[in-house]
């Protein structure tokens, strides 16, 4: 079985992109194959079992493609996979694309819930699970959705411990001869990867992208920050199933021959002995990581050796958390601006500390061989000039296929010629920066995770104590934002967060989506339009001028669990 997915692009532009070298023209295994023969011994993966080289990492894809294939995954078909950060990850990303697979990772903790709606929906013929994770039981839950999932045929159970009855196991496959294997050519600019995001969809979104969109224009911002060309080192402090975690195999290794740096779980403890260990040129992270870590950073143990840079995007970055960082780590800061469906621009190395403005966010300058980006009006699509606040759209060499299973996003998120809305306001500047001043998109990002207040809400709204429900985001110095629920009780005793933080479970909803803070409302006020006046209810939850008007009959404050 294979999904269709088709490029949103004009043929023309992503052939040009290839001829003027923008993008490389070759499939990632054959880009990884290429800097396996270039450097036979250099390290490509750090993990907590220790160095793997290029060669023995090749020899494990190519043990685990052969398998793959010998239980039916063929070019074209879709493969999920819910694994930690590893050398496993990295194997199976590898694999995949060695046999001109699609794969679809989702980060370990997602509910079985969520992951068969992803399975279904991108018509996935088989998933890579871990048997056990930190209490998760990934392997077990996702083989009883067989049943459910037409196109789920096979799970591959990977350890520690034994694979759940009627599952694959890992060692198996990885026991393949992989002396007979003949890699696949797929086309560079077919699909290779799916990245999952949820935006402000009920569901999460699936995005396609092509061999060359993550080598080529995702590749290419990871270049504009190694400014010397060598292969760089980088710590990820973000899941490698994550929009921002595809910067892994696909580009530090593929693309630049570098080495990852990966820990099964963050911790800030973890990380800070990761960066003295191991000497990382890039660190990759979201702000509420390198929050965490400042303030466990111990001054006793010495300066921490410098990297290249500190790359931090998935939420909005603050002043006062880019000059501890930028001091602490003795390197500069970078604030990325990036989301799954398309889009990248960041502050480059010019200066230690991001530049900051007090009409939005500094987002530094677009880089076209990245991602074109321009301000457009988001009635007509049509460009504003600069200084000029509209909706920021995006196109360029890093630009996805399209959205997997959903033409209504593709209607809803791309233009005719191929642009793709962000959602994001913004204006350029005379000097060509890009300042990001808001969202037309209502999302709460919890410490560089993306939460649907649409998908919290829906399942709150079922519970029998609960009339209406609003979820939105309120201001957190640690985690940037936290989820707030506003709430208009059926009866006269109103629920409690602890009463909603179950029914949610049971839905299927995993902890990070659970409200932190409730706030109990005689009605939802509404706008002009007649929607929730979130404004109104942001105001009261955080003690603003509107938190007098219209009554509160009850509240919960925030919890301080990160």
């Known amino acids: 079985m294979t999904l269709t997915l088709n490029d949103l692009l004009p043929a023309e532009l992503r ?132 049943p459910k999932v037409p196109s789920l045929r096979t799970v591959v159970a990977v350890g520690p411990g034994p694979a759940p009855e009627g599952t694959t196991p890992w060692t198996d496959l990885l026991r393949s001869d992989p002396g007979g294997f003949v890699p696949a050519r797929p086309d560079p600019d077919s699909a290779v990867r799916i990245l999952v995001s949820s935006g402000s969809e009920a569901e999460p979104k699936m995005v396609a992208y092509s061999h060359n969109a993550l080598a080529g224009g995702r590749g290419n911002f990871l270049a504009s920050l190694v400014p010397d060309g060598k292969p760089p080192r980088c710590l990820f402090l973000v899941p490698l199933a994550s929009a921002f975690g595809s910067n892994g195999t696909a580009v530090t290794l593929a693309r630049h021959g570098g080495t990852l740096v990966l820990l099964d779980h963050f911790s800030p403890d973890a990380a800070l002995a990761a960066v003295r260990e191991h000497r990382p040129t890039h660190v990759l992270g979201v702000p509420t990581a390198v929050r965490m870590m400042l303030e466990r950073l111990d001054t006793t143990d010495g300066a921490l050796p410098a990297p290249t840079a500190l790359v931090l995007g998935g939420a909005p970055l603050d002043e006062t958390t880019a000059r501890a960082a930028a001091e602490a780590f003795g390197c500069p800061v970078v ?72 033409p209504d996003l593709d209607a809803r998120y791309r233009t005719p010629d191929g642009w793709v809305r962000t959602g994001d306001l913004g204006r350029l500047d005379a000097d ?131």
């Open 15 to 146: 052939r040009s992109w290839v001829v003027d070298g923008t993008c490389p023209g070759l499939d990632l295994y054959s880009l990884f194959r290429a800097r396996q023969i270039a450097d036979l011994h250099r390290t490509a993966v750090l993990d907590a079992k220790g160095k793997l080289c290029y060669t023995a990492l090749d020899r494990k894809v190519r043990c685990l493609a052969t398998g793959l294939r010998a239980l039916g995954v063929a070019e074209g078909d879709v493969v999920g996979v819910q694994l930690p950060d590893n050398r496993n990850a990295v194997i199976a990303d590898l694999a995949l694309a060695a046999l001109g697979a699609v794969a679809l990772p989702f980060p370990v903790g997602r509910g079985p819930l969520e992951a068969e709606g992803l399975l279904r929906r991108a018509e996935a013929v088989a998933v890579i699970a871990a048997t056990d994770h930190r209490g998760s039981r990934h392997a077990a839950d996702l083989r009883a959705l067989v």
């Open 335 to 406: 604030n990325l601006y990036g989301s799954a469906d398309g889009v990248n621009c960041h502050t480059g190395l010019g200066s230690k500390v991001p530049p900051t403005s007090t009409s939005g966010t500094v987002a530094g300058r677009p880089d076209p061989r990245v991602a074109e980006i321009r301000i457009a009006a988001p009635e007509t699509h049509e460009p504003l000039p600069d200084g000029e606040i509209g909706e920021i759209v995006s196109r360029g060499p890093m630009t996805p296929l399209c959205y997997v299973g959903a």
């Open 432 to 562: 060509g920066v890009l300042h990001v001043v808001g969202r037309l998109k209502d999302i709460v990002i919890r410490g560089g995770a993306n939460i649907s207040p649409a998908e919290v809400e829906r399942e709150l709204r079922s519970h029998p104590e609960v009339r209406d429900a609003v979820c939105l985001g309120i201001p957190d110095p640690l985690m940037g934002e936290r989820l707030a629920v506003c709430v208009v009780a059926r009866g006269e005793e109103p629920p409690t967060l602890e009463a909603l933080g179950r029914h949610l479970a049971a839905a299927g909803l995993e902890r990070r989506k659970h409200p932190e803070r409730l706030l109990v409302v005689a009605e939802i006020p509404l706008t002009a339009a007649g929607k929730p006046d979130r404004a109104i209810l942001r105001e009261r939850l955080t003690g603003g001028p509107g938190a007098t008007r219209h009554g509160v009959s009850g509240a919960v404050p925030l919890a301080r669990t990160p």
